[in-house]
């Protein structure tokens, strides 16, 4: 499944930073590292120098992904029509069948992260919430088979 490329608002800010760190502070520093251990001789047992060399190939790889992946991203805001039911951005409250209580927010693939419960647009849950209204039962296909959940509250973060 190809992913999505939706992005909240802050996500895309988030990465735009990442990006502007990486190029105007951590790659300066790190050049200048490596300019400074080739100047102190033998570069293959420097290993200062190898470790930058590294570092910087880390950095470039990062900066490119982040500068085609920032192009490629759509933002999505908050719309008053949302209201009442689960779109992109959406914090939803669910039940399954052992009335165990958990909140997801549905958030672009690039900026899920399951310690704050943010699960991403591409998701089977997520796929299987877009749409639907509270009090609303939807079926997902786990590993451990078919899941019952129930959705209870949906609310947004005004941005």
């Known amino acids: 499944m190809a992913k ?3 992005i909240t608002r802050a996500g895309w800010q988030a990465l735009d930073q990442e990006l502007k760190y990486l190029w105007k502070d951590e790659r300066p520093k790190v050049t200048q590292a490596v300019s400074d251990a080739a100047a102190l001789g033998d570069r293959s047992e420097n290993a200062e120098y190898i470790y930058g060399k590294r570092r910087l190939r880390e950095i470039d790889r990062r900066v490119r992904f982040l500068t085609k992946r920032l192009e490629a991203l759509q933002i999505v805001d908050y719309h008053p029509s949302q209201e009442g039911k689960v779109f992109f951005g959406a914090w939803v409250e669910l039940e399954n069948d052992q009335e165990e209580i958990k909140q997801y927010r549905i958030v672009g693939c690039d900026e899920f992260d399951p310690s704050k419960q943010w699960i991403s647009i591409d998701s089977p849950v997520a796929r299987a919430l877009i749409g639907k209204e509270i009090d ?4 997902v ?12 509250r949906i609310w947004y973060e005004k941005e």
Request: hydrophobic share 15%; charged share 25%; no cysteine.
């Open 141 to 152: 296909d786990t590993p451990s088979g078919k899941r019952t959940l129930y959705i209870n």
């Open 136 to 139: 609303d039962e939807i079926q």
């Open 4 to 6: 999505s490329n939706y």
